[in-house]
């Protein structure tokens, strides 16, 4: 658990910044007829616009800037051929590395006409982060956290996936400490000012389970119900915690 200094701090600000504006540009792209290959294209264009790199490219072995999971996938899709429909959600995930800090969001995004409850999901996985979020602060722990999101979710039927955590954020996209969607409360580790971490929840509008396609990356929902992603870079403070990617 790395706490940060100030100049770190805005060392992170920067690039949360950078992830920011790529996540705006995906979403100023994302319409019925493209692919997710294009959108990641525009991705990789933003990020190194703005001076910054992709972390996720060639991150173990992972292809793109960006990943981009439609409807039943959760994390993790592979930008390809495959055009984007009236009707899908559509989660964009990006990771970027600015004069050597992370910062990391995902968003899901409505395309066109959806469903009510695919909108109402996507609503849900951005609510149960700020749930959680309630608890990111100085003498509370990353299972307050986790708890928080998982009462959330399952309160209002939705599933919360377990397979994949949130995580501390610094010189390396993944540090510690891991930052569950589910768990028990005063458990975890303790949140101390000047952390950094990503809160992101990723919910079903079935089954928390999930499966992985023969790529190797592609997660799945187990059921194939849909899901939703909603992800920030935060600094923990003594009281509510800075949000840097909104
Ligand atoms: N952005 C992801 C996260 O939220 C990690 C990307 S996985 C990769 O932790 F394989 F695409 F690099
Ligand atoms: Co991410
Ligand atoms: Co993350």
Known sequence: MIVKSESEREGMRKASRVVKAALDAAESVIRPGVTTMEVDAV??????????????KGFEGYPNASCISVNDV????IPSL???????IVSVDITALLNGYQGDAARTFAVGNVSPADLA??????????????YAKAGFKTGDIGS??????ELHGYGVVRALTGHGIGHKMHESPEVPNFGKKGT??????????CVEPMIT??????TIDRDGWTVRTADRSRAAHYENTVI?????PEILTL
Request: aromatic residues 6%; proline residues 3%; glycine residues 12%.
């Open 121 to 134: 999901l996507i609503n849900a996985a951005e609510a149960a982060f700020f749930a959680g979020i309630e």
């Open 148 to 153: 928080a999101v998982q009462l959330y979710t």
């Open 188 to 197: 975890g580790s303790p949140l101390k000012v000047g952390l950094c971490i």
């Open 205 to 210: 509008r079935g089954d928390w389970r999930v």
């Open 43 to 56: 991705v990789e264009n933003a990020i190194r616009s703005m001076g910054a790199t992709p972390s996720t």
């Open 236 to 240: 923990i403070t003594d009281g509510a």
């Open 74 to 77: 959760v994390v993790h899709g």
């Open 82 to 88: 495959q055009t984007i429909k009236d009707g899908d």
